[in-house]
């Protein structure tokens, strides 16, 4: 639906946008109708990925090629509004990764921030700046922009968690770099848990200055975020809307764990039959606990444990769980607010 | 020139990514080293546009369409290697902008932020949320997301400007709105000055609370950018890659005048030979006074008065002046720096 | 008036306050009633300094004692209730500085932030880490918290104005250094006007990182304030109690001009008749231009041209204007809004 | 010390004071040598109390006054240096809170900020703004400037609290409120924990505006404390001066949990030895474990677990432990960091 109408067309108008074109210029009346609209125009769809049907593919990924071989070995989670463009939602990335038993994932580094989000499995690590943390369900982990980080399996099942990249917002920044390290695999130079004794509990080091506007903190367990959620379940009235939902952050700032995505992670009380809401940030769900079903421009996604799916920005959708569930969430959130374009509706 | 390796593609593979396919599920390690380089590999090609070329352009534009018709007579500077994307930069729209005497460009409002650098004519208005600023050339002037803005010429010559946009931000995002009031033009509620009076002037009004990101004042007239600079000619060295550049800021906040893009103004010393720069935001300029060259991946573009050129991310580039030189640019630094995603390069 | 009642003094009560006043251990309940009031309970009185009763006696003081001996040649304007503490409010020092042709103020630095505010003759100099600025009436100038700082007058008239420090909150604070410099008068190693030109015009130098709280620019000419106050006194509506009231700011951050300092410049229309208005910081006023009339507490304080006057913290008061007046003022503000503490009270 | 010398007093000069005197004006040079000093000349002495010591007494005021009629019953820990003012530093008040098994100290708030460092006992709740919090020792509870807040023991046992608050702070400023409520205790509003589920675990509710720079987190407890220390006992190395200090924090900003007062938990190591250290910030330490030593001015002060000490502004000091220790402390460091007045030296 186009905000402006489109002019017409002469022909001695056709022959003087031929003239121009020799010299990059063209006319803004022919496309400003494209260009403006009166409410977002998104090419993401709302979808839906059943753990049922990705987990035999991810295993079967693990046949197909070694994680060294692949760099990452990953299931890219396309929208199918933005196919071919490995993109999930219009500004972001996500995929399933797979680690075996004894696998490593080499360490690099570049400009993308990323998160993990761990779906099955448990006993992987991941080693941020030489700091590493055993990753289980329900855990958020990010990876921040420029630090060396790798992955690795000790454990004896596979493991697999989702990956969240802001890799089309870099690209359109024109910002991306990459690094390899001088050896394959990182060393541990600081000790499990270092990091978030420093930074985890509502208290910092005395003398810490934050040095950039990504988390110091890169491990948040879900024991600590399922137990909020509990006691909110039990204190507090849920929204109308998304229930009990907090977000994750940057404990020396307030602001989000990382400065271009968002996460977040909500309970929705058993039986829960949330109003519509809509917000301009296309948000990406991974079910952690529970089964319900999001509706949006009338079609019914019915979700449960592992799944993903996606919600694109400015749709009206509702959330309803029939036991009680938990959903992790991730958006460009904090970039459009930065840049104060973020909206939201409720009802 | 990509940072991973492209692995092989035996027929089980192919077998297996026809099958994931069809639930829009991709192999990441199949297009990874098309999303991952080392470093900014942007689409963005170096490019000037001679204001001796587009002039007679732009007033031919002026006879072939009304600018009611065209809502906004104006001419898109496209980049070359960005042809039919109405963008300038991969993230930023630029356009020559006429209105002609007697002409006015209808009242609206959009999500979009927009500059306007005044590049010929005087004695148009452009109007922001009811208070009219009369605009001259080497003028800065902002019409910031989301106010009501129109544009009108009651002088007798046509004049032109520079329009910047963050168009492609927003359309990543989606986040973009757009309105039409319910009259064409816009009441003038306040006195021209006001603004300027109330945060010209390193002052603020007592009780100013910012509600947005975005500088309450509109306009920054080129008295005070020239005179400024003529003073930093007398008294300060000049940087050696960019003479003396000085930014434009929100008053209320030290940032940048907008939050999505940021605008900038240099003196070139007579006879400046710049040492070579680059940085991670590609970047538009526009010539105000003098002439120059600016050199980039062996090629050499001359500017003179009232060109517009435009700087690849990353690719470093020299700036020379013959006699003395004034240059406005912009671009999505502001976007990158909040996002820790901004850097430079000297020498 | 006390917000809590005090306790009966029986004899056994006596004997343990002896008791434990050894190991400096005393009762909370003796004191509380003066530690607690309902609302501020301030010190500072109402007070107006008259310059035709100071000017002579400033005139005096430069043949008592030359400004070498005296370090700074400052009469200090004590408040009746603060008398023998060099403190004009609560938390602030103020005098009257002059500086006679020929003489020099040796160069030092210290914690304390000062303000400068021009109230009689021009030509002497403030130099602030080796930029000199000359000074005008009504010209608002700072020397910031640790910058070498010096005056001297060129000139063949005798130089008055009006300082302000923050001498008492930085002794409340135990923070207090104080320095000389190797030589006793600063080497002049920028050029005049330098500063200006960087900061004073709605734009900043494009690297500049602020370094502290305190604005870079240390002088804001009254010829830029007025012109703005007029503008606001054709343009827009006064204020019911205070008129057009401006605060001068930090152009890298939005703040006040210095963080502990809070610096305003206001106009009252020709026979305004403001309406009460109280806040919790205490006010030092010194008068521009015009004349008019403070009344507060039942007193009525008729101020004209160079007079000084002050208004203690919650109490309410009015200001008058005959004519068009000027007013220029200081107080806590910054500190007190940045702890959360500041509260004002219109009507 | 004098950081500037004093003038002559000649008889002239004296008439001169004694006329200018009547105008509450004074001479800036018979005073400067005593407003300004090279480095702090606090009035501030270091001192221990023994918890041996002031326990009896606490019990015996237990007897002498009830908590209603005391509205707290407290004993002041008064510093040598500034008796009769109660303050334990220059700008802040500590002292030892008792309440008895079933007593209530009423509800009521005011502008000053509180801290509660839990010393002796458990089962006593503090209530803010409806939400109450059982305390235990070495938890960490702030009653924000201007919160409803209550105290009550509902446990068998006496209870005794270090309280903190910024008393001569507020009064300098001149910005004290006090209100009760309508009725004397508040009624419970929240469920026990919820804000600890809100915002204790590095997330925020997803809506979550800060209202104020104090933080929405009023109970820090000890368990957690304590396990973070003990986590960087093994896995980091200990300051030079300080061991493992961390500081509590506002987590919806990363600020300092309360404007006015910063606070701080230390492990010191066993058998540390710190080097000498000073900041400008005059601290207050409360002993939760261990015992050790504190040397400062050529004195030795031997602590022990629920002994409390001062530390005076800018006097080298070195801390000494036994075993392992563990030390709260506060001080009024976030003021003077806020206005760029904090200074520390090492070694």
């Known amino acids: 639906m186009s905000a402006v109408p489109k002019p017409a067309l002469p022909a001695e108008r056709q022959a003087f946008y031929a003239k121009i074109d020799q010299a990059n210029v063209t006319p803004l009346w022919e496309v400003l109708h494209s260009l403006i609209s009166a409410t977002p125009n998104t090419p993401c769809k709302p979808y839906l990925w059943k753990w049922a049907t990705v987990h035999p593919w991810i295993l079967e990924a693990g046949k197909l090629i070694t994680a060294k071989e692949a760099e990452r070995r990953v299931l890219i989670l396309e929208n199918p509004g933005l196919r071919g463009r490995s993109r999930v939602t219009h500004s972001l990335y996500a995929g399933l990764q797979l680690i075996l038993p004894g696998e490593v994932a080499p360490a690099h580094r570049h400009s993308q921030s990323a998160l993990r989000f761990i779906v099955h499995g448990q006993g992987a690590y991941t080693a941020v700046d030489g700091e590493r943390v055993t990753m289980s369900p329900g855990d958020f982990i990010i990876t921040p922009s420029w630090t060396w980080h790798d992955h690795g399996n000790p454990s004896s099942e596979p493991m697999v968690w989702l990956d969240g990249l802001d890799i089309a917002l870099v690209e359109l920044l024109d910002a991306q770099f990459f690094e390899r390290p001088p050896e394959e695999a990182q060393h541990t130079t600081r000790t499990a848990g270092e990091s978030f004794a420093s930074f985890g509990n509502t208290m910092l080091p005395v003398n810490h200055e934050p040095r950039s506007r990504t988390s110091p903190l890169f491990w948040y367990p879900y024991e600590r975020t399922r137990a909020a959620l509990a006691t909110l379940a039990k204190s507090a009235s849920p929204h109308a809307c998304y229930g009990h939902k907090l977000k994750f952050v940057n404990p020396a700032t307030g602001g989000s764990a990382m400065p271009t995505i968002g996460t977040f992670m909500q309970l929705l009380p058993q039986g829960f ?36 799916f996606v919600v694109p920005s400015w749709m009206p959708y509702t959330l ?15 970039v459009q607010a930065v840049l104060d374009l973020w909206r939201e ?3």
């Open 273 to 308: 039959r949330g109003k519509p809401y809509r917000s301009t940030d296309s948000t990406v769900y991974s079910v952690v606990e529970g089964a319900g079903r999001m509706k949006v421009g009338g079609e019914t996604f019915a979700w449960g444990p592992k799944d993903t």
């Open 345 to 347: 509706q409720e009802g």
């Open 320 to 334: 309803e769980a029939d036991g009680e569930a938990v959903l992790f969430s991730f958006s460009d959130r904090p």
